[in-house]
């Protein structure tokens, strides 16, 4: 079975700019969710996907938005990038949204010049 | 508003000695609980989860407690090997959102 899968890997962009990152899902899993790491900072929860419909979401600006598609891929995107938000994102999927292990693709670095 | 706390930044052991993590939390609807590992560019990875109704999990090297009246966890590693070198990180879920801690750096010498 093919783990999450996250797309790119890495990514440099200019302030001001616009990104879109991809996660694919454990194939089965109906759950998306995103994290933000920099250091120090441990994982922020950004947002989570269950059947297309967002259910939770983090303490992050609108400039980040998410959104999932009927095959349970997702994608997240952030506008007038900022330096500070520079970082690992992972993406994580999940059976369902209830009391199982999350699991996650090895995240996109995204840097911010 | 921090709701799952790892405390210490790091923590340095002596290989086969014992590691111990720790985790507090303060919502008190978290009822499952989850151990992550994490090693530089890569995703965190699965370790270990307990359910609130119990208060000890063991999987191999791996054991964490839980003690709901504390609202405290912990994860025991015996024996600690290099290889356990990585940032670990507690999690804990509502049966909704799952929330982590900051992470601590356990680095095992050889």
């Known amino acids: 079975k093919a783990g999450v899968t996250q797309t790119p890997r890495y990514l440099i962009k200019t302030r001001g700019q616009q990104v879109t990152l991809s996660c694919s899902p454990i194939?089965?899993?109906?759950?998306v969710s995103w994290y933000q790491q920099t250091p120090g900072q441990g994982l922020q929860f950004l947002f989570e996907?269950?059947?297309?419909?967002?259910?939770n979401k983090g303490n992050f600006p609108g400039r980040f938005s998410g959104r999932q598609f009927s095959n349970s891929r997702s994608e997240m995107n952030v506008s007038t990038l900022e330096l500070g938000d520079s970082a690992l994102y992972l993406c994580a999927s999940r059976q369902t949204g209830g009391n199982t292990e999350a699991f996650f693709g090895q995240g996109t670095r995204l840097t911010v010049v | 508003d921090q709701q799952v706390k790892q405390n210490s930044p790091s923590l340095s052991v002596q290989e086969g000695r014992i590691s111990i993590l720790n985790c507090d939390y303060t919502?008190?609807?978290?009822?499952?609980f989850l151990w992550y590992k994490k090693y530089p560019a890569e995703g965190p990875t699965f370790l270990i989860s307990?359910?609130?109704?119990?208060d000890k999990n063991e999987d191999g090297r791996f054991t964490v407690f839980l003690n709901k009246s504390a609202k405290h966890l912990s994860l025991h590693i015996v024996p600690s090997q290099p290889g356990d070198s990585a940032v670990y990180f507690c999690?804990?879920?509502?049966?909704?959102?799952?929330?982590f801690g900051a992470g601590t750096i356990l680095r095992v010498k050889s």
């Open positions: 996907y269950f059947s297309e419909t967002q259910r």
């Open positions: 194939s089965g899993h109906r759950s």
């Open positions: 307990i359910s609130s109704i119990k």
């Open positions: 919502n008190s609807m978290f009822d499952y």
């Open positions: 999690a804990a879920s509502d049966g909704n959102k799952l929330v």
